[in-house]
């Protein structure tokens, strides 16, 4: 069996950056609540002509040259995206398309912001047998186009982004450690778009109730975060025999400080090993541990031989961990 690692990371950000002061001119709002609630200041928007595929292909061409890779290497590609192009055909196809990869088996993985965890264990299991070489992964979400600008409770969350990450086969003590991602959708509804699926097609109807915008029960989901996000990461720990105090980085997902800074503590990590950047980015579903990843990467944050672990909680609801050594 071969041990699957992180060989590279690439990301991409729209230029557009929307501070809280913009969202107070278009909801009853202010930078005062939505800091002290979230702990975001500003975050990214796409411009008209870019799309969910553009930026991926531009992150997955950096993560590529990280691992001294072309687009050609690539044995599979899986985007995960609960923001994709167009319903039909998946986003995947377009990066193949757009990277000039080989016609490997590509798809779209809708998982919401656990999604880039989701990505990176189904590569996990396709390199540990052999069965592939090179998988890129990418978290990619253009949320802004499925923001409801007149709803304060989600409008101020969400942010635009893209990152990428190339699995493939590490050198040990490097690489994946250990995983575990779990699915429950007896809180489907907590966080979801009603319409435009089978369920509640498209119509003038749908449009006119605002039914193709996020709906979120922040609230509930406020506990559930906290409390699935402590119980898997901790898990995942043990599974690999490591303590809290040990690891050089925890990369929880970007949704609210508050809810990271509660996981931390519960978790006993101090306070100088927890990545964030959401002040800057808000919360970009599965781009969000990817963005982060790679600002460590290249921010010089990550050195070989560091443990690095990533949790991640979101629509479905969906959570899951995974422990790596860089
Ligand atoms: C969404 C979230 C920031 C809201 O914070 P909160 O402290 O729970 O706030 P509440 O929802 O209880 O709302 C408190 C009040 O603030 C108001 N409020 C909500 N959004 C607001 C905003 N942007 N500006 C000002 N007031 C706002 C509410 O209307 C409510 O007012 P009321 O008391 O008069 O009814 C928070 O619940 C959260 O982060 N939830 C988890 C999100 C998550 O994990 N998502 C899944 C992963 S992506």
């Not at 969350?157 to 893209?162: A, R």
């Not at 980085?249 to 800074?261: E, S, V, Y």
């Not at 963005?291 to 949790?311: A, N």
Request: glycine content about 8%; proline content about 5%; aromatic content about 6%.
């Amino acid at each position: 069996m071969n041990i699957a690692g992180i060989l590279g990371t690439g990301s991409a950000l729209p230029k557009k950056v929307v501070t809280n002061f913009d969202l107070e001119k278009l909801v009853d709002t202010s930078d005062q609540w939505i800091t002290e609630r979230t702990g975001i200041k500003e975050r990214r928007q796409a411009a008209p002509n870019e799309t969910t595929s553009t930026l991926c292909i531009q992150a997955a061409h950096k993560a590529l040259a990280m691992a001294n890779l072309s687009p050609t290497d690539l044995d599979m590609i899986i985007c995960s995206t609960i923001s994709p192009d167009m319903p039909l055909p998946s986003t995947a196809a377009f990066i193949q398309r757009g990277l000039g990869a080989r016609t490997v088996l590509a798809f779209d993985l809708a998982a919401a912001c656990s999604g880039f965890l989701f990505g990176m264990t189904v590569a996990e299991q396709f390199i540990r047998t052999g069965k592939a070489r090179y998988v890129l992964v990418v978290g990619a979400e253009l949320l802004s186009r499925f923001l409801d600008y007149q709803d304060r409770a989600t409008c101020v969350l969400f942010g635009d982004g893209v990152a990428a990450g190339i699995i493939g086969p590490a050198s040990p003590p490097s690489g994946i450690l250990a995983t575990e991602m779990h699915t429950d959708g007896a809180f489907a509804e907590h966080l979801y778009i009603p319409a435009g699926g089978a369920a509640k097609p498209a119509s003038c109807e749908t449009v006119r109730a605002r039914e193709h915008y996020i709906k979120m029960r922040g609230n509930e989901l406020f506990k559930v975060a906290v409390r699935s996000l402590e119980e898997v990461s901790r898990r995942v720990l043990e599974k690999a025999n490591v303590k809290p105090e040990d690891l050089d980085l925890f990369i929880p997902h970007q949704a609210n400080q508050r809810i990271t800074d509660a996981v931390r503590e519960r978790l006993g990590v101090a306070p100088e090993k927890v990545y964030s950047n959401i002040c800057r980015i808000g919360n970009t579903s599965s781009a969000s541990i990817p963005l982060c990843l790679d600002e460590c990467v290249r921010g010089g944050r990550i050195k070989k031989g560091d443990l690095i672990l990533m949790s991640a909680f979101g629509a479905g609801v969906t959570w899951g961990s995974a422990l790596i050594r860089w």
